[in-house]
């Protein structure tokens, strides 16, 4: 999944982002109906989405505070990655003020607590966090298969990680169990688990597989000489 530049960006949205339509404060609807369009079919464009962020930088009347966060939902999705990080870093610090905008504030900050768990893999965590407040449904109810895109990232991590996973833990991570928790493993990451089995076997991909290093340390009978003359002239 290429979240940077993916090929679902149509040639309208490549040409504001390459050109001088960056910077044209029309570009603010084609945009923001294209973050739309990426929050429905579950794709993410970071690159524009990043545009539309720097226009409103520039355009401070035109901000939206619903896009604000969805920007920042679906750049969740992409863990782990710089890309949360990369929108927060564009949002004027005015409206991160608390009492500046009403509830917007309070909604960047839990949704950057969500992305700290995420980022240093507290799945678990990020799980019971996600159930715990009711706002966290609101943030996201507009991004299409929202947990389902977080399964599937966490899957992608486990998977280059792992070749055996307990399915406790492993239903934990996803917050599945039972027969949810099979289906996904089974159908949708394609890992198998036997029958009565506590254990989850991950096919080895180039990722997972162990690697033999070799460590050379090239020493000349030069650069030996001079330690042991330096040693001596220490010595005298």
């Known amino acids: 999944m290429d979240s940077e530049d993916p090929q679902e ?11 001088l339509e960056r ?11 294209y973050l739309r369009h990426q929050c429905e079919n579950r794709y993410t464009d970071c690159n524009a989405n990043r545009t539309l ?27 782990p990655s710089p890309q949360f990080t990369l929108a927060l870093h ?62 599937l990232r966490i899957a ?11 399915l406790s833990v492993l239903e934990q991570w996803l917050d599945l169990e039972g027969a949810a928790a099979q289906k996904f493993i089974t159908e949708t990451a394609g890992w198998k688990l036997d029958e009565g089995a506590s254990v989850v076997k991950v096919p080895r991909n180039p990722e997972n597989e162990a690697k033999k290093s070799e460590v050379r340390e090239d020493v000349n009978v030069d650069m030996f000489s001079r330690v042991v003359r330096r040693a001596w002239e220490e010595i005298a």
């Open 90 to 151: 564009l949002i004027p610090p005015s409206i991160l003020a608390p009492n500046s905008r009403a509830e917007l504030p309070e909604a960047i900050a839990k949704l950057r607590e969500l992305n700290n768990q995420l980022q240093g893999a507290q799945y678990a965590r990020f799980w019971a966090t996600l159930d715990s407040d009711d706002l966290y449904a609101d943030l996201t109810t507009d991004i299409e298969g929202f947990e389902d895109l977080i399964r």
């Open 53 to 79: 962020l720097k226009l409103y930088q520039l355009n401070p009347d035109r901000i939206k505070d619903e896009v604000i966060t969805n920007i920042l939902v679906k750049a969740l999705t992409c863990f």
């Open 156 to 166: 992608t991590l486990v998977s280059h990680a792992y070749r055996e996973v307990d």
């Open 23 to 33: 910077y044209n404060p029309e570009a603010v609807v084609g945009l923001e109906d």
């Open 9 to 19: 960006r149509p040639d309208d949205i490549s040409t504001i982002i390459n050109g």
